[in-house]
C-alpha cells in the first residue's frame, strides 16, 4: 500500500510517518519545505502546498490512502484531485470541536468533502492536544520557569499526539474502519495547574505557576508570537471557532464530568491511552531548551 501523510512534518504526520515506514508501507511525506533529515531515508518526500492545491499532483500519482490535514478552503479541489489519482482512501484529521458542535467551518467542511467524494474515509477528532502545553507554556517555562494562566482550575483531558498518529494509523492500514469517527482525549482529567504541576515532575524543577487576569494572559500571549498569539481567543474563550460560545470567566465553573467517560484511543487500539505524566516525561528536554 502507498500512503501520502500530508502534514507530514507536523507533530502527527511525523509520528504517522516513522510507524508507516516501520510496518513497511511505501510513504510519501508531503511539507511544504523539505529539509535534509526530516524524515526516514526510505520516505518519498514531495513538496506542496495544501493551499495551492496543483502542487500536489505529482504526490498523488499511485497513492491508494491519503492522511490529510484540514484546509477547508481548498477540501474540495484536494479531494477531487486525490479520486481522479485513485485513491481509495482518506483518513481525515479533524477536531475533537467538531464532535461537540463548536467547529463547524474548520474542520467541518473538510469531513463534509471527504464524505461527499464516495471515497472510503474515517475522521479522526482529537480533542486538546498536550503539545499545546509545550507551545503556550514552553517559551516561558524556558526562560523563567514560570506558567501564567487566568484559569489555574479548568480542566479537560489532554491527549497525546503519539495515540492520535496510532489510531490514524489503524485507519490508513486496516480494513473496518470506514465510515467511523473517533473522537479522542486523554485518560485524566487535569487542571492547569496540575499538568504544570506533572512537568515540573517531569523535568525534576520547580515551575511557578502564577495566576493572571485573562485579559493579561491575552496580552502575555500576544507578545509571545507563534501559536500563543495565533490562537489567543481561542485559547480565552473559543472565539476562533463558530457556534455558541462560553463566556471565558466561566472556564473554571465547567465541570466536564458532568458529561460521563470521555472516548480515548484505547477504544480503537486496545491499549491504554497515554497519560499527560507519560507526554510530559517525553517532552521534558523541550521544556529545558
Known amino acids: 500500500m502507498t500512503i501520502l501523510v500530508t502534514g507530514a512534518a507536523g507533530h502527527v504526520g511525523r509520528n504517522i510517518v516513522r510507524q508507516l515506514v516501520e510496518t513497511g508501507h511505501d510513504v510519501r511525506a508531503l511539507t511544504r519545505r523539505s529539509r535534509s533529515g526530516t524524515f526516514p531515508q526510505r520516505v518519498r518526500v514531495h513538496e506542496g502546498d495544501l493551499t495551492r492545491p496543483q502542487t500536489l499532483t505529482g504526490a498523488l500519482e499511485g497513492v491508494d490512502a491519503l492522511f490529510l490535514f484540514p484546509v477547508a478552503a481548498t477540501a474540495e479541489e484536494v479531494v477531487g484531485l486525490a479520486k481522479a489519482a485513485g485513491v481509495q482512501r482518506i483518513v481525515v484529521l479533524s477536531s475533537g470541536a467538531v464532535t461537540s458542535g463548536f467547529d463547524t467551518d474548520f474542520h467541518l467542511p473538510v469531513e463534509q468533502a471527504v464524505e461527499a467524494s464516495g471515497l472510503e474515509w474515517t475522521h479522526v477528532r482529537p480533542g486538546e492536544f498536550a503539545m499545546n502545553k509545550l507551545a503556550l507554556w514552553g517559551p516561558p517555562i524556558r526562560a523563567e520557569r514560570v506558567v501564567r494562566d487566568p484559569f489555574p482550575d479548568a480542566a479537560w483531558f489532554p491527549v497525546h499526539e ?50 493572571v487576569t485573562p485579559q493579561e494572559a491575552r496580552e502575555i500571549y500576544l507578545a509571545q508570537g507563534g501559536f500563543a498569539a495565533q490562537n489567543a481567543g481561542f485559547l480565552l474563550g473559543f472565539e476562533d471557532y463558530g457556534g455558541d460560545e462560553p463566556d471565558p470567566a466561566q472556564a473554571e465553573a465547567f465541570d466536564p464530568v458532568s458529561f460521563g467517560p470521555v472516548p480515548t484511543a484505547e477504544a480503537v487500539t486496545g491499549r491504554p491511552a497515554r497519560t499527560f505524566a507519560q507526554w510530559a516525561r517525553d517532552h521534558a528536554q523541550a521544556f529545558r531548551s
Not at 166 to 173: E, G, H, I, P
Not at 205 to 210: G, K, L, V, W
Open 162 to 211: 503519539r495515540d492520535i498518529a496510532d489510531v490514524a494509523l489503524l485507519a490508513l492500514t486496516e480494513e473496518g474502519h470506514a465510515g467511523q469517527a473517533y473522537t479522542l482525549n486523554g485518560p485524566e482529567l487535569l487542571t492547569h495547574r496540575r499538568q504544570v504541576e506533572l512537568i515540573a515532575e517531569a523535568m525534576g524543577e520547580e515551575i511557578r505557576f502564577e495566576s
